[in-house]
């Protein structure tokens, strides 16, 4: 039975303006390569970008924030930009404000990566000078500056830049930008006169957002998954917002989209020269993965309010992992290409005990391979097994080689008395059994055939002219919620794409979704982390880290894909087992 590990993550409480300081820094970036290409003024760009430090108490808020931010001194070393969300309206002195959000943007040109680390606004730490209270106390009792300082305590981490952003502007902004395609994993509903808190009414599926929409989205809070929740939207948000970057490409925008941005923030990032630096820096990474890293809390009750605690311990793991992002586990070159019956298994005893071969071929056939003993004829030129296959099974033999270490994968030419498919030469280190994954105990089941709910498919299939089609495999204990199911369109910028999604839900009460719709090529499936090719059907693998989030693939005109839940709660496996077993509604 497949494992389904469930990841916490920190329960947080940063509001819309986590990813709103990160649209800042992104759209400056892209602002600045389309300025220069347009040969716009250097005073013009010069005077817009000083507006992000110009006024006295911005100019103060500047200098007293530099004199706690570490300086880097060459171009290879990473760069950390904490960013701040905040309510505080800009220029005015005597208002602080709140900072509900605070990220911290890793680039690092030696790992090539980008990195996002959260922090909950109720974790209660050690401030500078104030004591102990929560981390976004800091903001209100010594503004950016007590902020910055209190998360260098807390993570140990140096911060190089800083961006404090006022989330007010953010609905100008995504406006501005003409919206931004967001795949609403179930439906959001919140009536202010019932329950006092902010209304919000936005249904399940990759829809485009306004900016207000947007906003109650990415700051919406009150269910299972409380702050935490939030922390995880606004990621998404910024992940889809880099994105769709591309679309944003009208560069008679630019005047108007960086006055809203200057005039909603405050930085140390205020010139030419060191906005390109940073540019350069960024275009010297690989941008197609932004890795996401949240710290775990534990909730207690201070004084009769909810908190969170994390030992130092936590917080180590948690930098750790954000230095060090986990990458996701299956490459291109390390997806099985072909499906596993359609070649064979050749297995030769290079050095190991007699009858290696023959347990070697018993157990791979019970993986569902197609395997065969061919004899102790070759030699191994070490203790490593040695692993041929042609170009076309490279991905399958490097699979087939995380069951045999110590191994090794050799690509051999296509050519005339070459075996196509995969030759295995066990080495003298092979015990005798393939390393397998380890069954767990108990946990959900991936049952085949099960056409789950078919009446219910059926009849939405009636309501749409998408050609629907359902998984076939299924996982026991969970369900569909067709209250938040609907067959819907979509504007694609030329128009309107008919489409449809299905909510479905965990053991745990988690959302999970399938979207399918006649749009081939929306943001959301730009720039996979992987491909892996099941039966001539070619899918598209989205990770946060080692969890695989979303699965994509075309069926002639139409796109379809299952989403995992927030935190992921679907194991790998079962994510695979679903996206491959779908069918025509009949």
């Known amino acids: 039975m497949p494992q389904y590990t469930r990841y916490t993550v920190t329960p947080r409480k940063p509001a819309v303006p986590a990813w709103v300081r990160v649209l800042k820094w992104t759209v400056l970036v892209i602002v600045v390569a389309a300025a220069a290409s347009l040969g716009m003024g250097v005073g013009y760009l010069q005077s817009t970008l000083a507006q992000v430090a110009s006024t006295p108490h911005d100019r103060a808020t500047v200098k007293a924030v530099k004199k706690v931010l570490t300086v880097t001194h060459t171009a290879h070393e990473p760069v950390n930009i904490l960013v701040l969300g905040s309510d505080r309206r800009k220029g005015i002195a005597g208002d602080r404000g709140r900072s509900d959000s605070i990220m911290l943007i890793r680039i690092d040109p030696r790992t090539k990566s980008i990195s996002m680390l959260s922090i909950p606004r109720d974790l209660r730490v ?13 903001y209100s009792d010594g503004g950016a500056a007590l902020s910055v300082s209190t998360f260098k305590t807390l993570t140990g981490l140096p911060v190089n830049h800083f961006i404090d952003i006022n989330f007010i502007g953010f609905i100008d902004i995504v406006d501005y930008l003409g919206g931004v395609y967001i795949d609403v994993d179930r439906q959001y509903y919140n009536d ?16 485009k957002l306004s900016g207000h929409n947007a906003l109650s989205f990415v700051r919406f809070r009150h269910d299972q998954l409380g702050d935490w929740g939030r922390i995880v939207r606004q990621q998404l948000f910024l992940r889809e917002l880099k994105r ?34 940073l540019t350069q820096l960024v275009l010297g990474v690989n941008t197609s993965h932004i890795y996401q890293t949240h710290l775990v809390g534990t909730p207690i009750v201070v004084g009769g309010a909810d908190e969170l605690q994390a030992p130092p311990t936590e917080v180590a793991a948690v930098v750790s992992q954000f230095i060090n992002p986990q990458k996701p586990p299956v490459q291109k070159a390390q997806a099985e290409s072909q499906p596993k019956r359609s070649f064979t298994v050749t297995v030769t005893n290079g050095g190991a005990v007699a009858g290696s071969a023959a347990a070697a071929v018993g157990q791979l056939v019970g993986q569902g391979y197609k395997a065969k003993v061919a004899g102790d004829a070759l030699q191994g030129d070490s203790k490593a097994t040695l692993i041929y296959a042609t170009q076309g099974f490279v991905g399958n033999a490097r699979v ?12 051999v030419p296509r050519a005339p008395g070459v075996e196509s498919g995969v ?40 309501k749409t002219k998408v ?10 204990g969970y369900s569909y919620d067709w209250t938040m199911s609907r067959a819907y369109s979509i504007p694609n910028g030329h128009g309107n794409s008919v489409a449809a ?60 894909w299952v989403s995992n839940t927030l935190d992921n709660e679907i194991a790998n496996d079962a994510m695979m087992a679903l996206a491959t077993s779908f069918a025509r509604v009949k």
């Open 126 to 138: 050690e401030i500078p000078g104030w004591g102990t209270d929560r981390i976004n106390a800091a």
């Open 467 to 476: 050609h629907l089609r359902m998984p076939k495999a299924w996982v026991s």
């Open 400 to 411: 087939i080689a995380t069951m045999l270490p110590p191994s090794r994968v050799i690509t």
């Open 501 to 560: 999604v299905v909510v479905g839900t965990t053991t745990s009460g988690g959302y999970w979704h399938i979207e399918e719709m006649r749009w081939t090529d929306p943001p959301a499936i730009a720039s996979p982390d992987a491909t892996k090719t099941v039966k001539g059907t070619q899918y598209l693998l989205f990770y946060n880290g080692t969890q695989l989030h979303m699965v994509a693939w075309k069926t002639g005109s139409t796109l379809y």
């Open 244 to 277: 769709q970057a591309l679309r944003w490409h009208n560069v008679l925008k630019l005047p108007k989209l960086i006055s809203i941005i200057t005039h909603n923030t405050v930085s140390d990032i205020s010139s030419i020269k060191a906005l390109l630096s």
């Open 192 to 207: 202010t006169a019932v329950t006092g808190y902010s209304s919000i009414n936005l249904p399940a599926g990759y829809q």
């Open 423 to 462: 030759t295995v030469v066990l080495g003298p280190a092979f015990t005798g059994h393939l390393v397998l994954p380890q069954a767990p105990a108990s946990g959900p089941t991936i049952l085949a055939n099960a056409s789950y709910d078919a009446a219910q498919w059926r009849q939405l299939d009636h």
